[in-house]
């Protein structure tokens, strides 16, 4: 079936997708790299401390956006620290 048969149908009945349409990029190409890549894509490490790895990710609430980043041990695997604010 095609896509906007499968749309009508679900129209008719009420029922909404939790799943949004794929944005397209509009040309957009990556630019060069900000950094220098000192790991060459190499996430492993042979001892505790000797490399950390960190992410920032955005949660939308009620009241408002939050933000978590997380720092993790790559060794262990295990979160090192985190910290939680609005902005």
């Known amino acids: 079936m095609c896509e906007r048969t499968a749309w009508r149908i ?13 944005r397209g990029k509009n ?3 990556p630019g060069p790299p900000i950094h220098d890549d000192l790991l ?5 490490a042979d001892d505790v401390n000797e490399l950390w790895l960190t992410d920032i990710t955005e949660h939308r609430t ?9 720092i993790k041990d790559v060794f262990s695997g295990r979160i090192v620290g ?3 604010s609005n902005r």
């Not at 129209?11 to 349409?21: A, E, M």
């Not at 060459?40 to 492993?44: E, I, L, N, P, V």
């Open 10 to 22: 679900c129209r008719d009945n009420q029922w909404f997708s939790v799943f949004g349409k794929k």
């Open 27 to 29: 040309g957009k190409r």
């Open 40 to 44: 060459k894509r190499d996430f492993t």
């Open 62 to 70: 009620t009241e408002g956006k939050l933000y978590l980043c997380a």
């Open 82 to 84: 985190y910290s939680i």
